[in-house]
């Protein structure tokens, strides 16, 4: 029997189009669930549910399996379109507007888990309709942690159900806006702490190009984004985030204080790769020296003495 961690993800697997101030690309492959994969099969082995249509690429199916991703779970509908989601970023390229969502598969998606799915120890619920989040959770027999991550839309048109999923999960990962948008509250910390309240014991507020901090329990810990000359295009920045915060505590089998404080610096090494180009690009040709290498960097980053006041 494999000892490997088992770690599951469902998501969107999308086809973006993406406009920033420089350049525009309009066949983009997307989705929550496949950057996390790409990001999270650099520290453990993932497996994906999803849906795509007919109009998916073969070659991504492909690279992803290469990448060690179980493709087992994404089913393919062949008679339908998959999800489609067009941006456009403003010129800091820290905000961005969402010009077009077009749900096609997901419209009638229903989640079922292959058997040798239900096994997953670790889950992680990538961004999508909430209903469908919790679909996938119930069938996972003993997951030891599940992650949540949610947007905006959702907030808005179905707070009822998100705040259900809410309720049964670990670590909430969210960005700043929306975790002031779920509590009302305008402070960062009560927000956060909002948010331990409704369910999830950890949450990290993603800050974009500022880092993301994790709440806890009682502890707080920061970590910076590593700062960059040119960011080609953040999509997907907070799914490869997560991958890599998911990606180590499978890896390490251990989702307690000391190694969620890792886990936010390989979700931060892993995202600043993914901004450095188009889709997953920035990804596509890592391996592990790379990956310590910049996993050092963030920690000259953010390295000071201890100086005593005397
Ligand atoms: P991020 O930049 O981390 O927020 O993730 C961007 C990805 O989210 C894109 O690749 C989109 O395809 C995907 N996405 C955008 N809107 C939605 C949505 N409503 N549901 C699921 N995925 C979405």
Not at 245 to 272: E, K, N, Q, V
């Amino acid at each position: 029997m494999s000892t490997a961690p088992r770690l599951l993800v469902v998501g969107s697997v999308a086809i973006d189009w993406i406009i920033t101030p420089r350049a525009e690309r309009p066949e983009a492959v997307g989705g929550s669930a496949t950057f996390f994969s790409v990001a999270a099969s650099q520290l453990a082995p993932v497996r994906l549910v999803g849906v795509v249509g007919h109009d998916f690429p073969q070659a991504t199916i492909a690279d992803l399996r290469a990448r060690g991703v179980d493709m087992d779970g994404l089913e393919i509908v062949p008679d339908g379109l998959t999800f489609r989601w067009k941006g456009r970023y403003h010129d800091n390229m820290n905000a961005r507007d969402t010009l077009e969502t077009q749900l096609n598969v997901f419209a009638n998606f229903d989640p079922k888990l292959p058997a040798s799915y239900r096994d997953s120890e670790y889950l992680f619920l990538a961004n999508i309709q909430p209903d469908l989040q919790l679909q996938v959770l119930e069938q996972v027999a003993r997951p030891r942690l599940v992650g949540l991550d949610t947007m905006n839309l959702w907030i808005d048109i179905a707070k009822p159900s998100l705040l259900k999923v809410l309720g049964r999960v670990d670590a909430l990962l969210i960005n700043e806006e929306e975790a002031m948008q779920l509590t009302g509250e305008h402070n960062l910390v009560k927000a956060a702490r909002g948010i331990q309240r409704i369910g999830p014991k950890s949450v990290v507020v993603k800050r974009g190009e500022y880092g993301a901090l994790l709440f806890h329990g009682e502890d707080v810990f920061s970590a910076p984004a590593l700062p960059l000359e040119e960011v080609v295009d953040p999509t997907g920045a907070g799914d490869v985030f997560a991958g890599g915060f998911m990606g180590w505590i499978a890896r390490c089998d251990s989702p307690h204080g000391d190694d969620l404080r890792t886990a936010m610096i390989y979700g931060s090494t892993l995202a600043s790769f993914c901004v450095q180009g188009f889709s997953y690009d920035g990804l596509a040709e890592l391996d592990a020296s790379r990956i310590r290498a910049r996993f050092d960097a963030f920690a000259r980053l953010t390295d000071f003495r201890r100086a005593e006041l005397r």
